[in-house]
C-alpha cells in the first residue's frame, strides 16, 4: 500500500508564498504521476498540479495556474508545490496524490495522502 505523506501546511496572510512537500513510502509505476489536489469542505475537489515521477514532465489545472510550482527531487522522493501570491480562496485542505497516468491524478487519482490544511487570512 503507498502511503503519501504531506507537510508544510499552516496559516499565512494573503500574497505570502508557501511551500507543501509530499514523500512516498515507494515508487513504481503505480506511482509514476504524482500531484497536488485541494478541497474545501461541501466544494468537489479541485487538481492543482502533477509531475512524472521520470522525466519531470509538469501539468497545471486551472485551479492555480500562474502561481504554483511543481517539483521533485528524486534524491529523497519528494515533490514540492510552491505557492505564490495566495489568496483567501486558496484556504483548503491539500492533498498529495499518486496515480499511474495523468489522467487518473488530474481527475481521481489512485492514492491519496491524509491532506494538509492550508489557511490563507486577509
Known amino acids: 500500500q503507498v502511503q503519501l505523506v504531506e507537510s508544510g501546511g499552516g496559516l499565512v496572510q494573503a500574497g505570502a508564498s508557501m511551500r507543501l512537500s509530499c514523500i512516498a513510502s515507494?515508487?513504481?509505476?503505480?506511482?509514476?504521476?504524482r500531484g497536488w489536489s485541494r478541497q474545501v469542505p461541501g466544494k468537489e475537489r479541485e487538481y492543482v498540479a502533477a509531475?512524472?515521477?521520470?522525466?519531470?514532465?509538469?501539468h497545471y489545472g486551472d485551479a492555480m495556474r500562474g502561481r504554483v510550482t511543481i517539483s521533485k527531487d528524486a534524491a529523497n522522493g519528494t515533490i514540492y508545490l510552491e505557492m505564490s501570491n495566495l489568496k483567501r480562496r486558496d484556504t483548503a485542505v491539500y492533498y498529495c496524490?499518486?496515480?499511474?497516468?495523468?489522467?487518473?491524478?488530474?481527475?481521481?487519482?489512485?492514492?491519496w495522502g491524509q491532506g494538509t490544511q492550508v489557511t490563507v487570512s486577509s
Open positions: 515507494q515508487h513504481s509505476d503505480d506511482t509514476y504521476w
Open positions: 496524490t499518486a496515480d499511474p497516468n495523468l489522467h487518473g491524478v488530474v481527475t481521481n487519482a489512485r492514492h
Open positions: 509531475i512524472s515521477w521520470t522525466g519531470g514532465v509538469t
